[in-house]
Structures are given as structure tokens and as C-alpha cells.
């Protein structure tokens, strides 16, 4: 295992984690990586298009002799260039990121047909949210779908196709464990449009609006979630059959409630050329770390996604909730699933760029598998009124 990034010391950090999770399993013996640290800090090389930049990244993976790339470095938000997965294309190794980036997902969508000259397998907008939480939607349409071709052949007739009306939710306590990133990644969310689908047409609408009070169920309870700009949502559209959703959104809550109106403050009340700037959001949330870190230990990390998937006819449907105590661990678990699958799956996933509800049926069986695992709750309940 090879981890790249700017500093030693945060690799460190990570490596020390990293083992004591493994030691402390419930396995007897468990396996315990070599982990080994490659320095990367070439985002300033990038920006400046430095022309031996490319070369020297892809001379410095393929010295490395990885068998696949995991892309983790957010956050991904105003970030253009898709040149990871261009180093993964040019030495022919899988690849998969956790982007939360729609423009950046469509712009490594763009590279699929040289992907696929190349004949390897990519996968952007992968982990747990987005990533596996599109799986659950594609397979709670599956559900409903499989359940309108049932009645069809019950009645031996035809059974016109329902639309679906989708609404996404997803809880975090605190930071979940991830620390600083995922902060200015919301930050940064909070001066993007969040993209809703509105009967089958795109619709960018404020963020931090339209609050709805959702069930968690169990510890978590009803929770107010707010519109928050989600990947899951553009390339759900993309993926699923023209038709398929009649409307979709996506919305987030966290935990203490302070914090939640601490966001509604700063977008009311910062100018969006500030909350949209990159660096700074990123120094302002290491400088809050400290509080942030220590609330944490009174909040949890506990994560929980809830899809809820309606017919048109409001007659069916069909409800995915998942919960773990950890965000950071069901991240990881999530990313290495899609990671596994990949490496495991070559005769069975096409080369290509793929979004996660592109996957095969079988795939996306397999890694929803992997991530029930961990999960503290797992519920999949469809109903009929």
C-alpha cells in the first residue's frame, strides 16, 4: 500500500491509524500491510501546465508499480483537470476517486472512449456518498421496477413504466472523523447551486434550502436536511435510462445543530467570492480543527444515508437507509469495495470511465455487500398503498 501526498508527517499519522484499526479487528491474525509514503505536491505544477509535469508523474507511478490508483485528495470543488486518471489511462491501471465534483466527474467521463482504447476500468464519484449511496438508488429503482414487472405479468397485460420521484438525505455527526476537508468542502458547497432534477429537467437551486425533516430511525431520529450539491445527483441522471426520474435531490444535515446554523450563516452573510475560495476555506477549517476536533468527541462520527424512491403513481415505494458509526471507516470500506471490484471484475466490466450506477447489476451487488458490513443499520423496506 503507497500512500501519496504533500506531507510526512500527516502520512505518519495515517499509517500509525491505519495499523492500530487492523490490530484491534476482531480477525486473530490480521493481515497487515507494507505501507510506504510517496511525496506528491503538484497542484501548483498543474495550475501552471508545466510541460514536463505530466511525464514526470507518470514516470514517478509507474516506478511505484501500483496495480491501481485510489484518488482521495479533496476537495474537489473548482478543480478542472482530470490528470490522475490521464496517468492511469497512459500506464493502464484501474483507477477510482472520490470526486464530489459534477463538472470534474463529466469531465473524466469525457476520457471513457480512450479509456477503453486503452483497456482499462475507471470509476469517478466513487466511496460512500457520493458513490454508494447511488448504488442504493439504482437498486431501490430495481426493486421497484422488478415489482411493476410482477404485477404486469400478473395481469397479462401491459403496465405502462413509472418515473421515480427520489430524495436523498444524508446525516453526519460532526466532521465523521474526517477532519478538515470534509469542513471546507461544505464550505465550498455552500456558494454552488445545488443540482435537483424537476419532471426529468435539471434545476440548480439555492443551497442550504428547502429543509425537510427526515427519519434516521434508531439513535439518529429526525434530523432537518438542507439542499446540498451532491455528484450522486448529476450522474444518477446520466446513468439511468431517459425517463427513469421524474424528480431528484439531495440534502444534508449534521450534528450538533449548531453547526447547521452556523452554515446558514456564513451563507447568508459571506460573499460568494470568499466561501468559493479553495485556500482559504481550506486554512479556515484547519484553524477551527482544534473545536472542531473537540466536539467531535462529544458528537460521534456516525454517518447515515437514507434513499426514499416513489413511483409517478405514488402506489410503490421503496425506502434504503444505512447507517455505520463511522464516516471515515465506511468512506474507506466503500472505496476499497469499488477498488476490489475492479481488480476482481476485468472480464466482466467493459474499459471504460464509468459512474457508479453504471455498473453492472452483479458488481453493484457486490460492493453494497462489502459496505453492509460494517453497518450498524441496514434497512431496505419496500411498501404499497
Known amino acids: 500500500l503507497i500512500l501519496g501526498g504533500r506531507s510526512l508527517s500527516s502520512f505518519k499519522e495515517s499509517k500509525s491509524r491505519i495499523l492500530s484499526q487492523l490490530k484491534s479487528s476482531s480477525d486473530e491474525k490480521p493481515f497487515l500491510p507494507k505501507i510506504s509514503f510517496l511525496q506528491l505536491n503538484f497542484e501548483e505544477e498543474e495550475d501552471n501546465n508545466n510541460n514536463n509535469f505530466f511525464t514526470n508523474l507518470v514516470q514517478l507511478v509507474k516506478s511505484c ?120 468542502a461544505t464550505f465550498l458547497l455552500l456558494c454552488q447551486p445545488a443540482l435537483t432534477i424537476f419532471n426529468g429537467m435539471k434545476v440548480d437551486k439555492d443551497p442550504w434550502s428547502e429543509a425537510l425533516d427526515i427519519d434516521f430511525r434508531g439513535k439518529e431520529g429526525i434530523k432537518t436536511v438542507r439542499l446540498l450539491d451532491n455528484p450522486d445527483v448529476f450522474t444518477l441522471n446520466e446513468s439511468l435510462p431517459k425517463g427513469t426520474i421524474k424528480s431528484l435531490s439531495s440534502r444534508f444535515a449534521t450534528s450538533p445543530s449548531i453547526w447547521n446554523q452556523l452554515f446558514g450563516f456564513m451563507k447568508q452573510t459571506i460573499p460568494p467570492s470568499i466561501l468559493g475560495n479553495t485556500g482559504l476555506m481550506q486554512n479556515l477549517s484547519l484553524f477551527s480543527l482544534p473545536i472542531i476536533r473537540f466536539v467531535d468527541q462529544f458528537v460521534g462520527a456516525t454517518n447515515s444515508m437514507r434513499v426514499d424512491v416513489t413511483s409517478d403513481n405514488k402506489k410503490d415505494k421503496c425506502t434504503f437507509l444505512v447507517t455505520h458509526d463511522d464516516l471515515e471507516q465506511c468512506v474507506g470500506l466503500a472505496t476499497a469495495a469499488f477498488v476490489l471490484e475492479l481488480l476482481d471484475s476485468q472480464e466482466i466490466i467493459s474499459p471504460g470511465v464509468y459512474y457508479p450506477a453504471e455498473l453492472p447489476s452483479s458488481s453493484r451487488n457486490r460492493i453494497l455487500q462489502q459496505v453492509k458490513k460494517d453497518a450498524i443499520v441496514w434497512n431496505f423496506d419496500t411498501t404499497t398503498t
Open 65 to 184: 508499480g501500483a496495480d491501481a490508483m485510489v484518488h482521495t485528495a479533496g476537495p474537489f470543488q473548482t478543480r478542472t483537470k482530470p490528470t490522475l486518471l490521464e496517468v492511469c489511462i497512459e500506464l493502464g491501471i484501474p483507477y477510482v476517486d472520490v470526486c464530489d465534483e459534477p463538472s470534474l466527474c463529466a469531465t473524466h467521463k469525457e476520457l471513457s472512449l480512450l479509456a477503453s482504447e486503452r483497456g482499462i476500468v475507471a470509476v469517478t464519484a466513487a466511496g460512500i456518498w457520493p458513490g454508494a449511496s447511488a448504488l442504493m438508488t439504482a437498486q431501490a429503482i430495481e426493486a421497484l421496477q422488478q415489482k411493476q414487472q410482477q404485477e404486469e405479468t400478473k395481469k397479462s397485460d401491459k403496465v405502462e413504466e413509472d418515473s421515480f420521484d427520489i430524495t436523498m438525505s444524508f446525516f453526519t455527526a460532526g466532521t465523521g472523523n474526517a477532519g478538515a476537508t470534509i469542513v471546507s
